[in-house]
Nanobody, 123 residues
């Protein structure tokens, strides 16, 4: 299974970015997907998760109302639309494929991880 994340970059505070994660090697539509992030010197943190159908989504409180997770099962791709970005959103963002179709905020619920894409928000 391979997860290829892209879309990171440098953006000013208040700006927007859309991350994409293309999956291959398993039946994408059968599994929940998630986004996590790790800031320099900090532990990995859950950001958002989406169920297999896209019907259920959950977010960490710090990004609610600013980030939107979505998926296109026909394209085997999950997205993270990020708006109103803040300097504290600066991190490497990782997409992950869950062990089941249930969405989860726990890293242990995920079986496969992408390589990460760096998001830097300048003040």
């Amino acid at each position: 299974v391979q997860l290829q994340a892209c879309g990171g970059g440098l953006v000013q505070a208040g700006g927007s970015l859309r991350l994409s994660c293309a999956a291959s090697g398993r039946t994408f539509s059968s599994y929940a997907m998630g986004w996590f992030r790790q800031a320099p010197g900090k532990e990995r943190e859950f950001v958002a998760t989406i169920s297999w159908s896209g019907g259920n989504t959950y977010y960490v409180d710090s990004v609610k109302g600013r980030f939107t997770i979505s998926r296109d099962n026909a394209k085997n791709t999950v997205y993270l639309q990020m708006t109103s970005l803040k300097p504290e959103d600066t991190a490497v963002y990782y997409c992950a494929s869950a062990r089941t179709h249930y969405p989860s905020g726990s890293g242990g619920a995920y079986e496969y991880w992408g390589q990460g894409t760096l998001v830097t928000v300048s003040s």
